[in-house]
């Protein structure tokens, strides 16, 4: 059973600087994975989809990387603001299936 | 991407009642998911409902309080029935759309009291 694990669970940064969130799941057998941003009490925006035959994708500030082998992808976002904060959520779909494994999430804060 | 419609937003609901939540999608889809979220929790699978078939529920979703509908390719409900406070929580409904991965409705927050 595919298990996803963020890290860290809780992030609070000053404005500006440069941020990494980590994503980790145990089996590598992914048919893609992708990052959401999730406001408090609202829906999930997704962020970046990334295929298993991809190693990362971009989107203006941020920029998410995979690797398959090792079952490991990271979430960059540059240049934090305030509007960043928000808890971020990693899901996996696997090969075969239809569904989503989340992981708990990480919630970031920035500050002024 | 799809663009999904969910209503209500909200609601506070006393317990013993049902809350049925409404998902619309701007095309037609083969299936659609429902997923909750507990507070303070990450989001956990429902249900998977196909147009013209019964509702595949996850373990521990039963269709006696979870009853779902999907009438056509682009539109679903799920119900909350005899609503009790463990029920309060984020409900959520999403499309998969391949390789544009997945959109989720702006989800339902549920309190029931």
Redesign the interface.
């Known amino acids: 059973k595919q298990e996803v694990t963020q890290i860290p669970a809780a992030l609070s940064v000053p404005e500006g600087e440069n941020l990494v969130l980590n994503c980790s799941f145990t089996d590598s057998a992914i048919y893609?994975l992708?990052w959401?941003r999730q406001d408090p009490?609202?829906?999930?925006?997704?962020l970046l989809?990334i295929?298993s035959s991809q190693r990362e994708q971009t989107s203006g500030r941020l920029n998410a990387s995979l690797d398959k082998s090792s079952g490991r992808s990271t979430l960059y976002i540059a240049a934090s603001q305030p509007g960043d904060s928000a808890t971020y959520?990693c899901?996996v779909?696997d090969s075969g299936y239809?569904?989503?494994t989340?992981?708990?999430?990480t919630m970031l804060l920035v500050s002024p | 991407s799809a663009v999904i419609s969910q209503k209500p937003s909200r609601d506070i609901c006393q317990r013993g009642t049902s809350l049925t939540i409404q998902c619309q999608v701007d095309s037609q889809v083969t299936m659609m998911f429902w997923y909750r979220q507990q507070p303070g929790q990450s989001l956990t699978l429902i249900a998977t409902a196909n147009q013209g078939s019964e509702a595949t529920y996850e373990s521990g979703f039963v269709i006696d309080k979870f009853p779902i509908s999907r009438p056509n390719l682009t539109f679903s409900t799920l119900t909350v029935s005899n609503m009790s406070p463990e029920d309060s929580s984020i409900y959520l409904c999403s499309v998969d759309r391949d390789a544009h991965g997945y959109t989720f409705g702006s989800g339902t927050r549920l309190t029931v009291v």
Do not use: H
């Open positions: 893609n992708q959401f009490g609202k829906g999930l925006t997704s989809l295929q959520l899901a779909k239809s569904t989503l989340f992981g708990k999430g």
